[in-house]
């Protein structure tokens, strides 16, 4: 085990890849020579070289495409889109080529490109960098959508994605990249097909991901307290969306919070909601509640800012009423 | 009839009602309502069946008179004031057709023109028309309702527990539609027409009064029987409650316009709040979910909650059916003159008759001397029909049919006296099979519901553990009941010797509004006489 961050993670899978596979290298605005907007690629392109560390024009769609054609033509190409909020740039790209291109072709062309960009807020960036979008791509048909939110899964997913034959989304929470702890020496690729239970209870079912595990996790602690036991699941992947591990909590616990840094209205939390409702409503025993972000383009004053996100009392007091 | 109609609004609402209804689908008059529901009776804003001109004519009234109540002043409008668990989505679809219908009188010669304005329309108004008269309340549609029956003289509501059928199924008289649970345990319940099921009106776990809708029915023949609640026409106890919950259905905005907009909200108020997982539970566990108190989150039923009540019921489910009882019986000795006769007399002859045919016929064909019994009473009551029917409405109804009730135990306590159909009718054999298998779906709780309605008469008898004889307590509104003692060795003179024989004392209750002693004397000796000749 070595103490090390959620960044550095990132990083050393990142240099792993293109050290065990030519066809990787890493493309986006200032990931070669300042190292990356949030520092992730700092040193690569010392140690691999320009050709294989390039920055790209600041034009996402330009370079999400040239990435997508270098999939295609047999790349092992890892984009990196500063954040989500930017990403709609690129959205054409994603959605209208990466996304449809198997299907369009018959089957005969993969995109086997993955995409990383930050998401999320909490760091006073204001409503144009702190925005959570990935509900929005895990609508979208022929790409997986990826939230690591452990050491283990920054690490780790990355080397699955890239094994993957079709484009794979990255979303890693901006607040995250500080996350510090220890990491086993010899971690590597990890499945990116179900979430994980995080902790386990009995009383009620807390589903998160990404930068909203933490927050869940204290809460659990703090419900804990109060003789709670709360059980936090982890989607990990939000696309597709593991059913059986939820559906399988529900039945134990029979309540369900479901905790999103995106917005309540047509949101990833409200399509679980949804499939809970489809598949399990003869075991609630309360109605499922949801802590989402507040409805505004997310505020850059810090005390707003605190205000508008789900926060660590508001899922306890979201567990708390269902429990009567 | 309110034929007066000074509310010009009205009698326009009452015209886009009807030609809805009549121009319309099924479905397109659903969405109908629930769109002007929605809107609070804002016809203006839903799809519009009217031509342009008349469009503008609604325009002054929709928003503004209909709101403001004005429907309240109308006559006969007062609701009745009724339990508090009548289903109020029943109501959703009637409260427009009863409201047309009350303004009956005077929408035909409107109507008609408007409907011409539309070939469907038109179509469908003549169809209506053919079927007799002017437009009455029930004629409007050629539809007939499925009413919770009265499964006991005493039976004010009952708890709808499952749907046996789905909208569109088509179903057959006597078919079982329903599972309805009373104190007397889960009943099956028949639909006394043939007909397609249009729409379910009661969602299961729902309480429903006596004679209130449970469901709609489109009957195939369309003529005069399809006003007539498709319950059958033998319950005279359904009837008037039927009629008063329709008119308080019908009866719709009691405060005007407001009470649509505070239809959902009512409804939801006072539909208690219960978990899905705690619903599946009771339903399983056969928990009753009125009155339980809720602990969950905005004082919800959960499952805790039904499992707390669950563990507490043993003391109470036996006593709901003491409770029922005590109301029927009481009932009965507060209103039934009661008179008594009791007849003892050589049983003998027909025991011996009975032992040498069981020895006779294989195992299965053996019958007890129970069936003897049933069967000697249901015969003689052919000629004493004074006995069998029942005290309705001040007057004595016969029963055209000897439908026999049989009074049996419950092993955990209590009794109900199911109808054994056509008593009088089969062989011995064929009887007896009848009165094994009431009693034993009567024990397991599968009872059909014409079976707790049908019996025109209740034997009680005590068997072979029981004393000599017991007077019966009439079941209302039944006119009788007949005891059988247990079978017991007497000494007993036959041809001027004493003999040791087995006797049995048969008693007789009766209603004296209906009967007198001395023919049901003769009844009593009727049955002893079939009695000893029993292969006759």
Redesign the interface.
Known sequence: MSRTTYREAVRAAIREAMQGDPRVFLMGEDVGAYGGCYAVSMGLLDEFGADRVRDTPLSESAFVGAGIGAAMGGQRPIVEIMTCNFSLLALDQIMNNAATIRHMSGGQLSIPVVIRMATGAGRQLAAQHSHSLEGWYAHIPGIKVLAPATLEDARGMLPTALEDPDPVLIFEHAGLYNLAGELADDAGAVPIDRAAVRRAGDRVTLVTYGGSLHKTLEAAERLAGEGVEAEVIDLRTLRPLDDATIMASVRKTHRAVIVDEGWRSGSLAAEIVARIMEQALYELDAPVARVCSAEVPIPYAKHLEHAALPQVEGIVAAVRAQLG | MASRIDDRGIEYRVRRVLLWQLSGSEAQAQRFHEEADALGFDLRRGPDPLPAGQREDLAPWASSRWRRGRLAEAPRRRPRARASGRPRSAGKWRDLVGLAARFGGSWSRPGRAIARQSRAGADALAHTLRLGGPPGRAKLLPMAQLTMPSLGADMESGVLVEWMVAPGDEVRRGQVVAVVETDKGAIDVEIFQDGVIEELLVEPDTEVPVGAPLARLRTSGDEAEASEPATSPERAEATPAASESTAAETSGPENGGAETAAHVPSEAAERAKV??????LASELGVSLRGLA???????I???DVQRAAKARPSAEPSSMRAAIGASMSRSKREIPHYYLRHTFDLEPALRWLEARNAEVSVSERVLPVALLVHAVARALREFPELCGWWRDEAFVPSPRIHVGLAVSLRDGGLVAPALHHADQGTLTELFAGIRDLTKRARANQLRSSEFSDAAITITSLGDQGVESLYGVIVPPQVAIVGFGSIVVRPWVVDGRIEARRVITMTLSADHRVSDGHRSGRFLRRVEQILQEPGA
Do not use: V
Not at chain 2, 294 to 300: N, Y
């Open positions: 978990s899905p997982r705690a619903r599946k809720g602990t969950g989150p905005q004082g919800s959960t499952a805790d």
